[in-house]
């Protein structure tokens, strides 16, 4: 009787911490965070964000395009993010949980065009910089996608 209770309770113990390993396992690839952090497994902060139509960012684009704030043919009209930026963006929130923005600067090394991703905040929080590649990204002029039905006519 003392070895089935020994036995019943050792495969108890042993499901529980499997069931943790799991539980842990799954927590840190559905939300890229470390398991010991206090955001792992909490849903994003979606304030200030806004799922809008493609008609409806259409006309957004229009009325900032029409607004006086905005002239000549250089105007800004988008900004290309890549993928490298993007997680270096994530990986700068990470590091520093005051950081508010971010701002990307271009810069040269030799001859090849970069880009240095910088958190903002008050002031900048500029002890973590990432520098990433210029590739797929910049500024709108010159990185469009003219097909967006965002900026259709």
């Known amino acids: 009787m003392k070895n089935k209770f020994t036995m019943l309770l050792a495969a108890f113990v042993a ?10 396992l799954l927590c840190c690839n559905c939300s890229k965070h470390s398991c010991c952090q206090k955001q792992c497994c909490m849903a ?7 799922v809008i139509t493609a008609k409806t960012a259409n006309n ?11 002239i000549g043919a250089d105007t800004l009209k988008a900004f290309t993010v890549n993928l490298q930026q993007f997680n270096a963006m994530k990986l700068i929130a990470k590091h520093d949980s005051s950081v508010h923005g971010f701002r990307i600067y271009m810069g040269m090394d030799s001859l090849t065009s970069v880009m240095m991703v910088v958190g ?17 990204s910049g ?11 965002v900026v259709e006519k």
């Open 44 to 50: 994003p902060d979606t304030s200030g964000i806004h």
């Open 15 to 24: 499901g529980a911490v499997i069931g943790v390993l799991i539980f842990w």
């Open 139 to 149: 500024p709108c002029p010159h990185v469009c996608d003219e097909t967006s039905p």
């Open 60 to 70: 957004l684009f229009k009325a900032y395009l029409a607004s006086s704030s905005v």
């Open 120 to 136: 903002t905040g008050s002031p900048d929080k500029t002890d973590y910089i990432i520098q990433t590649t210029d590739a797929a």
